[in-house]
């Protein structure tokens, strides 16, 4: 069994993460962190998961007898906890995303198994560049317009997002940064948030070097695909019908204009694909296993 410790086990991305788990039959959940909760049971904190684990105080002691820690801290704090830790680590924080191993398991799977430090890829960055890295090489420009539902921005409400829509970091987002790391085009990224609790959406504008059928490109995501949880659908997809509270990426849309300007959706839903379920692919191929292990039970769903 694989000892596992999460940390930051009371915020919205540490619930996910116990409660998928709490049932993957090669895990064995040890640790759960927290400040705020400290001494009480999950089953008090999280009246719909069963288990009786008390949410503890960080100590590396503890820690470093697990095999593998989750750090589901806010962004700035992974980079403090990770120099004295010894067991493997899936960082979900932004803070190793330039320097260490990109959890993108769709793309860099054959890095991902069997290493020892992964960065978990932020929410936005993974919905943008699933839907363009199979064609990237095709792409001269492509402008991400991209919205997710408040529990983006973890517990603590950053915005007033009741009944609003709001846009930020209009140029200057920190997921920027690693779009520009993995993605070989020029582009534009503009988040936005909206009042419903998660999901999460990216339109991307995509303006292409050469005149290519639809077909063709669909075909390249198709195989590009394969096997993972990221899933060509001939719909535009929303996040309700197809992505919430499932491991999965949906990508959609796939319109072409007179101006040669390619128009695709995608959507996953922030906590899961975007945050928790990623993190549990990633621990899958750490430990060799199959990345889908413990995730088998979530089907896809396709909007009609
Ligand atoms: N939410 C998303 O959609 C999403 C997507 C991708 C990545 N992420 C990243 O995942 C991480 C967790 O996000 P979240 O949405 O779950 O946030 P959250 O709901 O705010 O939870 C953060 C957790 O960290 C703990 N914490 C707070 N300050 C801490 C500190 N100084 N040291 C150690 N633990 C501390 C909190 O628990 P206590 O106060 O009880 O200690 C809480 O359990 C963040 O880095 C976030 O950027 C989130």
Same mark, same amino acid.
């Given at each position: 069994?694989?000892?596992?410790?999460?940390?930051?086990?009371?915020?919205?991305?540490?619930?996910?993460?116990?409660?998928?788990? #709490?049932?993957?039959?090669? !895990?064995?959940?040890?640790?759960?962190?927290?400040?705020? %909760? %400290?001494?009480?049971?999950?089953?008090?904190?999280? &009246?719909?998961?069963?288990?009786?684990?008390? #949410? *503890?105080?960080?100590?590396?002691?503890?820690?470093?007898?697990?095999?593998?820690?989750?750090?589901?801290?806010?962004h700035g704090?992974?980079k *403090?906890?990770? &120099?004295?830790?010894?067991?493997?680590?899936?960082d979900?924080t932004s803070d190793h995303r330039l320097t260490e191993?990109y959890?993108l398991?769709?793309?860099?799977?054959?890095?991902?198994?069997?290493?020892?430090?992964?960065a978990n890829p932020g929410c936005y960055a993974t919905?943008c560049i699933?839907?363009?890295? &199979?064609?990237?090489?095709?792409?001269?420009?492509?402008?991400f317009?991209c919205?997710?539902?408040? *529990?983006?921005?973890?517990?603590?409400?950053?915005?007033?997002? %009741?009944?609003?829509?709001?846009?930020?970091k #209009?140029s200057k987002h920190y997921q920027i940064k690693e779009l520009s790391n993995i993605l070989n085009?020029n582009f534009s990224f503009t988040p936005?948030?909206?009042?419903?609790?998660?999901?999460?959406?990216?339109?991307?504008?995509?303006?292409?070097?050469?005149?290519?059928?639809?077909?063709?490109?669909?075909?390249?995501?198709?195989?590009?695909?394969?096997?993972?949880?990221?899933?060509?659908?001939?719909?535009?997809?929303?996040?309700?019908?197809? !992505?919430?509270?499932?491991?999965?990426?949906?990508?959609?849309?796939?319109?072409?204009?007179?101006?040669?300007?390619?128009?695709? !959706?995608?959507?996953?839903?922030?906590?899961?694909?975007?945050?928790?379920? %990623?993190?549990?692919?990633?621990?899958?191929?750490?430990?060799?296993?199959?990345?889908?292990?413990?995730?088998?039970?979530? *089907?896809?769903?396709?909007?009609?």
């Amino acid at each position: 069994m694989i000892k596992v410790a999460i940390v930051g086990g009371s915020g919205y991305v540490g619930n996910i993460l116990l409660k998928i788990l #709490l049932n993957h039959k090669y !895990v064995d959940v040890k640790i759960v962190t927290s400040t705020s %909760q %400290q001494g009480k049971k999950v089953c008090e904190v999280f &009246p719909e998961i069963d288990s009786e684990l008390v #949410l *503890s105080k960080f100590n590396y002691k503890d820690i470093n007898k697990m095999d593998v820690v989750f750090l589901a801290v806010p962004h700035g704090k992974a980079k *403090s906890i990770v &120099p004295k830790l010894k067991c493997k680590i899936i960082d979900i924080t932004s803070d190793h995303r330039l320097t260490e191993i990109y959890g993108l398991p769709e793309i860099f799977g054959n890095k991902i198994r069997g290493s020892k430090f992964i960065a978990n890829p932020g929410c936005y960055a993974t919905a943008c560049i699933l839907s363009t890295y &199979p064609i990237q090489d095709l792409i001269k420009y492509t402008v991400f317009d991209c919205i997710s539902g408040y *529990s983006g921005g973890g517990r603590i409400a950053k915005y007033d997002y %009741q009944e609003n829509i709001i846009a930020y970091k #209009l140029s200057k987002h920190y997921q920027i940064k690693e779009l520009s790391n993995i993605l070989n085009f020029n582009f534009s990224f503009t988040p936005h948030i909206v009042n419903t609790f998660s999901g999460l959406m990216c339109t991307a504008h995509i303006f292409l070097k050469n005149k290519i059928k639809l077909t063709e490109i669909k075909n390249q995501y198709k195989k590009y695909y394969k096997n993972s949880f990221t899933k060509i659908i001939e719909n535009i997809p929303s996040t309700k019908n197809d !992505v919430v509270n499932t491991p999965y990426c949906n990508i959609g849309g796939f319109e072409l204009d007179k101006n040669n300007q390619l128009v695709i !959706v995608s959507v996953i839903d922030n906590l899961y694909k975007g945050a928790a379920t %990623q993190a549990i692919e990633n621990m899958n191929l750490m430990f060799k296993l199959d990345h889908k292990e413990g995730l088998k039970h979530f *089907s896809v769903k396709l909007s009609k």
